[in-house]
């Protein structure tokens, strides 16, 4: 099992960039996919973008894509989220999972979960 830790989150104005990172402690990272979802107050948690394992393809939300970038560096046990050109509607809690091998879209399909890390775009 991975127990993921995310970091990186904070307040940035519309049009600027943020990184986000998940570190996965735990055996095996490289045979786990990973997926960030973002929560807003009163909200359901909802799907940003994942990467998969072992090829390392990659999915995104149609609102993130061509400004969200998901990566992984199994060397560090790190999965990172670029974000760039930030919108109001990017604000939320951004949360990192984990599930084996292949991508996954629903927040059940993921076994393991980060505390979240709170992201905040002004206009």
């Known amino acids: 099992q991975v127990q993921p830790v995310e970091s990186g989150g904070g307040l940035v104005q519309a049009g600027e960039s943020l990184s986000l990172s998940c570190k996965a402690s735990?055996?095996?990272?490289?045979?786990?996919?990973f997926g960030w979802f973002r929560q807003t107050p009163g909200k359901e948690r909802e799907f940003v973008a994942a990467i998969a394992s072992l090829f390392r393809n990659t999915d995104y939300d149609e609102s993130v894509k061509g400004r969200f970038t998901i990566s992984r560096d199994n060397d560090k046990d790190t999965v990172y989220l670029q974000m760039n050109s930030l919108k109001p509607v990017d604000t939320g809690i951004y949360y990192c999972?984990?599930?084996?091998?292949?991508?996954?879209?629903?927040?059940?399909?993921?076994?393991?979960w980060g505390q979240g890390s709170e992201v905040s775009v002004s206009s």
């Open positions: 735990g055996r095996l990272f490289s045979t786990y996919a």
């Open positions: 999972a984990a599930l084996p091998w292949e991508i996954g879209y629903r927040t059940w399909e993921y076994s393991y």
